[in-house]
């Protein structure tokens, strides 16, 4: 407040002491204007009211009340500090309801999105999300994970679309999920359940939806026991995992990847599983092709694996949060897609004399 209380004493003193020629009362409303910058509406009119005494001062010691000149200064600059306060009040009351979107959306993000546990059986998890659409927290990237007996299901899935209009099937497909998880003994069949819950989801949109023969969720499963230094993994149309091992990263891909879910009309072994080393110290890392998509001003797309190249050392939380980071700078915050990202390590093997060798089926065994 110093600012146009300090303004205002300045202005009312040298227009006092200057020639009755000089009319400086005008610049009054600077303080006024300056205080909507950083007060609410009524310290605005505060300041206004501040002003349009200094003014009314000014016109009975400098040439008199009853001059044309300091009427119509009067009058405007009360005019104006009113009309500045209504601004005020307009956007604190916009302010109130923007707030209430975003903690309604957090609300909806942390039912819907839940976070994931930092820790889980022996495990190191860490995750992030950033929505493309501005003021969402939430779209149609997802991830989520599940324990089963001596064991750990991960899903990350990307559903056709982004921001709000994307929720319902993310929704449809993290309850089916956390449900199928812990009833199919493997993840083809996990796959296979999945499908089928999202093209009934799919048969409840209206036949107008233009669209409605394109909506398909590309996901990613994995299956890591918590006795055998070896994981799971099963891709339907999903970009494949990284593995950053003794300081180099390596990407597990799938000779034979499922398409996404949703298509219809797969045979019963159209998914399968492929199998890989998951040692003590490894880090696997998941991501939607939000990530991979992104763009910088050259239209030249995110280098992921080059820069996960120079943070192998990094712990999963550091990892995750460099990776944010540097996606928001490279894409000059401005996304063209949902983006998620999930990075686990493995820390120890529990009982590691008791080897337990996770079944494989399908093209990708």
Request: glycine letters at 8%; hydrophobic letters at 45%.
């Amino acid at each position: 407040m110093a600012i146009p209380v300090g303004l205002i004493l300045v202005i009312t003193l040298v227009d006092i002491h200057s020639p009755t020629y000089v009319h400086l009362g005008p610049l009054l409303v600077i303080a006024p204007a300056i205080t909507a910058s950083f007060g609410g509406a009524r310290l605005t009119g505060l300041i206004g009211a501040l002003a349009v005494g200094a003014q009314l001062a000014i016109a009975v010691l400098h040439g008199g009340l009853s001059t044309t000149n300091h009427i119509a200064q009067l009058v405007a600059l009360t005019i104006l500090s009113v009309f500045v306060m209504f601004v005020c009040l307009i956007r604190d009351r916009r302010t109130e309801e923007l707030a209430q979107v975003r903690s309604v959306s957090e609300a909806a993000q942390r039912a819907l999105l839940r976070p994931l546990p930092h820790r889980l059986g022996p495990l190191h998890i860490a995750s992030t999300y950033l929505a493309a659409e501005k003021e969402a927290c939430i779209g149609g990237d997802l991830y989520a994970v599940a324990r089963i007996g001596s064991g750990t299901r991960v899903i990350i899935a990307d559903v056709r679309g982004k921001g709000l209009g994307a929720i319902g099937e993310a929704a449809t497909l993290l309850g089916a999920f956390q449900e199928a998880a812990h009833h199919h003994a493997t993840l083809p069949a996990l796959a296979q359940a999945l499908d089928r819950s999202v093209c009934r989801y799919h048969t409840q949109i209206p036949e107008s939806d233009e669209e409605a023969q394109e909506h398909f969720v590309t996901a990613l499963m994995l299956e890591i026991p918590d006795h055998a230094p070896m994981a799971q993994v099963t891709h339907c149309g999903h970009p494949p995992p990284l593995l950053i091992r003794h300081g180099e990263v390596l990407k597990v891909a799938n000779a034979h990847p499922a398409p996404p879910l949703g298509i219809g009309g797969l045979a019963t072994d159209a998914y399968g599983s492929y199998a890989f080393t998951f040692q003590v110290g490894d880090t696997l890392l998941l991501y939607t092709d939000g990530i991979v998509e992104a763009r910088d001003r050259d239209h030249t797309f995110y280098p992921l694996e080059e820069r996960v190249a120079l943070w192998t050392r990094c712990s999963p939380d550091t990892l995750v949060h460099r990776i944010q980071r540097d996606l928001l700078t490279y894409a000059d915050g401005a996304l063209g897609d949902d983006a998620a990202v999930v990075a686990i390590h493995r820390t120890h093997l529990p009982h590691a004399g008791h080897m337990v060798h996770p079944e494989t089926a399908g093209p990708g065994a």
